[in-house]
T-cell receptor, first 115, second 111 residues
Framework: DVKVTQSSRYLVKRTGEKVFLECVQD?????MFWYRQDPGLGLRLIYF???????EKGDIPEGYSVSREKKERFSLILESASTNQTSMYLC??????????????FGPGTRLTVL | KQEVTQIPAALSVPEGENLVLNCSFT??????LQWFRQDPGKGLTSLLL?????REQTSGRLNASLDKSSGRSTLYIAASQPGDSATYLC??????????FGSGTQLTVLP
């Protein structure tokens, strides 16, 4: 079974802090994704990566950056956390499979609260 | 830009009923459509993936159909059980490997 793990289930930070959210997958997947999920807005893609050191912006990249130094690890960084970044953050991974071929596997999520 | 809509937003049924969840999408140029289940406070679990060339997929009591021309997909759940209570999300897989999600249908199956 594919396993996607996220470093924390719950996280509380203060406005202005630098925040790191870590995601690790154990199935040698090329593609990795970061989403945020908010009531009434659904899941929105922040960034994704389809190879080591590669990254592409999703729909809402503002205020975030990412790092993919190793294939199995994809980090989401909030350079200066703000209250409007309070959300559930979900990481996912998938095989390359060409466009559209493969299921995305999700981690358990990190609920981040910024005070 | 792709938009995915799920109706209804919430649904409550008695145990044993068959039910249908609806998903519509605006751009028919999709590679596949996926259905996920999400339990409260948890991540997403993939249920079914329908490739654009397929019409339906089945897994146990679940059957998902896809009609690209009309921009619709349905998830049929047979003989519903209380353990089926969760939020069900559909997602259209379009260009650049991106999924566009609907807001989900929150299903409650009453014992």
């Amino acid at each position: 079974d594919v396993k996607v793990t996220q470093s924390s289930r719950y996280l509380v930070k203060r406005t202005g802090e630098k925040v790191f959210l870590e995601c690790v997958q154990d199935m040698d997947h090329e593609n990795m994704f970061w989403y945020r999920q908010d009531p009434g807005l659904g899941l929105r893609l922040i960034y994704f990566s389809y190879d080591v050191k590669m990254k592409e912006k999703g729909d809402i990249p503002e205020g975030y950056s990412v790092s993919r130094e190793k294939k199995e690890r994809f980090s989401l960084i909030l350079e200066s956390a703000s209250t409007n970044q309070t959300s559930m953050y979900l990481c996912a991974s998938s095989l390359p499979g060409g466009l559209g071929a493969d299921t995305q596997y999700f981690g358990p999520g990190t609920r981040l609260t910024v005070l | 830009k792709q938009e995915v809509t799920q109706i209804p937003a919430a649904l409550s049924v008695p145990e044993g009923e068959n039910l249908v969840l609806n998903c519509s999408f605006t751009d028919s140029a999709i590679y596949n459509l996926q259905w996920f289940r999400q339990d409260p406070g948890k991540g997403l679990t993939s249920l079914l993936l329908i490739q654009s060339s397929q019409r339906e997929q089945t897994s146990g009591r679940l059957n998902a159909s896809l009609d690209k021309s009309s921009g619709r997909s349905t998830l049929y759940i047979a003989a519903s059980q209380p353990g089926d209570s969760a939020t069900y999300l559909c997602a259209a897989h379009g260009s650049a490997r991106q999924l566009t999600f609907g807001s989900g249908t929150q299903l409650t199956v009453l014992p």
